[in-house]
């Protein structure tokens, strides 16, 4: 089924250097979801650049096999273009990884484009002085931006941020800055800060001060959770193009409706359960392909909720699909479903991980010195892959 809206001004291309995103949307990197089969899944339904997860410098420098693995690009990546993410608070680190990337192709292609984490709010990042922590480091950010950049030479390197740890640590303004100066190609900007993670409602007004402050493409970030919040978004706010994360869980036809509507089209899809069960079931096959027929399908088990979220369907049948560990099972299960129309009641609605504010985990004495330009200790004991 296909909703139809009012036509809307088709807008132009995001441009990170040479490389030009149309439409102007990035799948955000989310740990355990952007793998290949889900990077594949998305790109089958819209144009756009899409991130693999978070890799960690040093698990890349030190080869870990399963980083490795993680930042493999698909045959169809390797053509269109590969995009990296990368977490790093280490300069010299996060410049021999890039180098790794791009002199050694160790993902089997030369990524298109490399992102750098400080925005992540765990707080097992936060308290080494990683992810959302570190921009409160001025000197430390520029050191590692930097270096990034002088290693990637042609490659663009943008780095993504919150609005900073909290209400009285605000980073945004001069991340964008620095990030500026050392030669990023752009930045994107969550509108929460990390002592928000993800509760309550995201903050645009910071992405449209950004969007003043720098001459460097902002990519706005939260609380996208349609086609037309996106183009709410970037009316809102000048900003050049979006970042989805959520949004997406459960609903990767939503970058048919970016697309569509970056292109100024008014068709937006409502597939019925019948469609969202070939989605699924295509879903299921593509990481079976990649990890083999048990470990995708069970890996496919915490996809079930957000594909099935609004649809009525018997707690008995949901029960086993989050148990499924065969496609044929998976089929079988997904055949004994009633076709119905799409909730609309859920379109709009928040979807995936929440959260209640918390303060933010960071190193002692960590806020004493934005100028202190060491990189944190320990904070790069995070080896395990990715």
Same mark, same amino acid.
């Given at each position: 089924?296909? =909703?139809?809206?009012?036509?809307?001004?088709?807008?132009?291309?995001?441009?990170?250097?040479?490389?030009? @995103?149309?439409?102007?949307?990035?799948?955000?990197?989310?740990?355990?979801?952007?793998?290949?089969?889900?990077?594949?899944?998305?790109?089958?339904?819209?144009?756009?650049?899409?991130?693999?997860?978070?890799?960690?410098?040093?698990?890349?420098?030190?080869?870990?096999?399963?980083?490795?693995?993680?930042?493999?690009? &698909?045959?169809?990546?390797?053509?269109?273009?590969? !995009?990296? $993410?990368?977490?790093? %608070?280490?300069?010299? &680190?996060? /410049?021999?990884?890039?180098?790794?990337?791009?002199?050694?192709?160790?993902?089997?292609?030369?990524?298109?484009?490399?992102?750098?984490?400080?925005?992540?709010?765990? *707080? #097992?990042?936060?308290?080494?002085?990683?992810?959302?922590?570190?921009?409160?480091?001025?000197?430390?950010?520029?050191?590692?931006?930097?270096?990034? @950049?002088?290693?990637?030479?042609?490659?663009?390197?943008?780095?993504? &941020?919150?609005?900073?740890?909290?209400?009285?640590?605000?980073?945004?303004?001069?991340?964008?800055?620095? =990030?500026?100066?050392?030669?990023?190609?752009?930045?994107?900007?969550?509108?929460?800060?990390?002592?928000? +993670?993800?509760?309550?409602?995201?903050?645009?007004?910071?992405?449209?001060?950004?969007?003043? =402050?720098?001459?460097?493409?902002?990519?706005?970030?939260?609380? %996208?959770?349609?086609?037309?919040?996106?183009?709410?978004?970037?009316?809102?706010?000048?900003?050049?193009?979006?970042?989805?994360?959520?949004?997406?869980?459960?609903?990767?036809?939503?970058?048919?409706?970016?697309?569509?509507?970056?292109?100024?089209? *008014?068709?937006?899809?409502?597939?019925?359960?019948?469609?969202?069960?070939?989605?699924?079931?295509?879903?299921?096959?593509?990481?079976?392909?990649?990890?083999?027929?048990?470990?995708?399908?069970?890996?496919?088990? #915490?996809?079930?909720?957000?594909?099935? #979220?609004?649809?009525?369907? /018997? !707690?008995? %049948?949901?029960?086993?699909?989050?148990?499924? !560990?065969?496609?044929?099972?998976? =089929?079988?299960?997904?055949?004994?479903?009633?076709? $119905?129309?799409?909730?609309?009641?859920?379109?709009?609605?928040?979807?995936?991980? &929440?959260?209640?504010?918390?303060?933010?985990?960071?190193?002692?004495?960590?806020?004493?010195?934005?100028?202190?330009?060491?990189?944190?200790?320990?904070?790069?004991? +995070? %080896?395990?892959?990715?």
């Amino acid at each position: 089924m296909t =909703a139809t809206l009012e036509p809307t001004t088709a807008l132009p291309p995001l441009w990170l250097g040479p490389l030009a @995103v149309d439409p102007a949307v990035v799948l955000a990197p989310m740990a355990g979801i952007t793998n290949p089969a889900f990077r594949t899944l998305c790109r089958e339904f819209g144009a756009g650049l899409y991130v693999c997860e978070m890799i960690t410098t040093r698990a890349l420098v030190e080869r870990n096999a399963k980083t490795l693995q993680m930042v493999r690009a &698909t045959p169809e990546e390797a053509a269109a273009g590969f !995009s990296v $993410q990368l977490y790093g %608070v280490d300069p010299a &680190t996060v /410049g021999r990884a890039v180098e790794m990337l791009v002199d050694e192709e160790v993902a089997g292609t030369r990524p298109a484009h490399i992102d750098l984490n400080f925005g992540c709010p765990v *707080p #097992k990042v936060t308290r080494k002085g990683g992810g959302s922590a570190l921009p409160w480091r001025r000197r430390l950010l520029a050191d590692i931006v930097r270096s990034a @950049v002088a290693a990637a030479r042609d490659v663009p390197v943008t780095i993504k &941020t919150r609005i900073g740890i909290d209400a009285e640590h605000v980073t945004y303004l001069d991340a964008g800055r620095i =990030a500026q100066d050392e030669g990023a190609a752009g930045i994107t900007l969550h509108g929460r800060t990390a002592d928000q +993670l993800y509760s309550g409602t995201a903050d645009w007004a910071p992405i449209a001060r950004l969007v003043e =402050a720098v001459d460097i493409p902002v990519l706005g970030n939260g609380d %996208v959770w349609e086609a037309d919040d996106a183009l709410r978004l970037v009316a809102e706010t000048g900003c050049a193009g979006v970042v989805i994360g959520r949004g997406c869980l459960g609903r990767p036809w939503l970058f048919g409706d970016l697309a569509a509507a970056f292109a100024g089209s *008014p068709r937006r899809e409502l597939p019925t359960l019948r469609e969202v069960a070939a989605v699924m079931l295509r879903h299921a096959e593509l990481l079976s392909a990649e990890e083999g027929e048990l470990h995708g399908c069970t890996d496919f088990r #915490k996809h079930v909720a957000w594909y099935l #979220k609004g649809f009525a369907v /018997g !707690s008995d %049948v949901r029960r086993a699909l989050a148990m499924v !560990s065969s496609l044929d099972e998976l =089929a079988g299960l997904l055949a004994q479903i009633a076709d $119905q129309p799409y909730p609309t009641v859920v379109l709009g609605g928040p979807r995936g991980r &929440t959260s209640q504010p918390r303060p933010v985990a960071l190193p002692e004495g960590w806020l004493a010195d934005r100028d202190d330009p060491r990189p944190p200790a320990g904070a790069e004991l +995070l %080896v395990g892959g990715g």
